[in-house]
């Protein structure tokens, strides 16, 4: 399996800004799939954004679409989710995921074999 670590959680005032970044590590990705999940208190992990490390096609839950864009730098082995217009309910651990398959169900946890540990985001209100 790839390592993954997120970095560049924390508190923001809500419309505030934040950017995480997902690096991997360890033996070469192969897979072709990356995503960011999160979860909330007492809720289940959802899918938030999903990038295609080939084509860099991305796919978005409406609950980010407008608000999060997903990028990633192939040559730093480092994907990112850019989150603007953040409000309470972003409020989550996020988790990046890395998987082999891009296709329909990018947005299933069962997709992905590679998961980092997790950043907090915290948006007050």
């Known amino acids: 399996q790839v390592q993954l670590v997120e970095s560049g959680g924390g508190l923001v005032q809500t419309g505030g800004s934040l950017r995480l970044s997902c690096r991997a590590s360890g033996r070469s990705f192969s897979g072709n799939a990356m995503a960011w999940f999160r979860q909330a208190p007492g809720k289940e992990r959802e899918f938030a954004a999903a990038?295609?490390?080939?084509?860099?096609?991305?796919y978005y839950s409406d609950s980010v679409k407008g608000r999060f864009t997903i990028s990633r730098d192939n040559a730093k082995n480092t994907m990112y989710l850019q989150m603007n217009s953040l409000k309470p309910e972003d409020t989550a651990v996020y988790y990046c995921?890395?998987?082999?398959?891009?296709?329909?169900?990018?947005?299933?946890?069962?997709?992905?074999?590679?998961w980092g540990q997790g950043t907090q985001v915290t948006v007050s209100s």
């Open positions: 995921a890395a998987g082999q398959n891009w296709g329909p169900p990018v947005m299933l946890t069962s997709e992905y074999d590679s």
């Open positions: 990038i295609s490390w080939s084509s860099g096609n991305t």
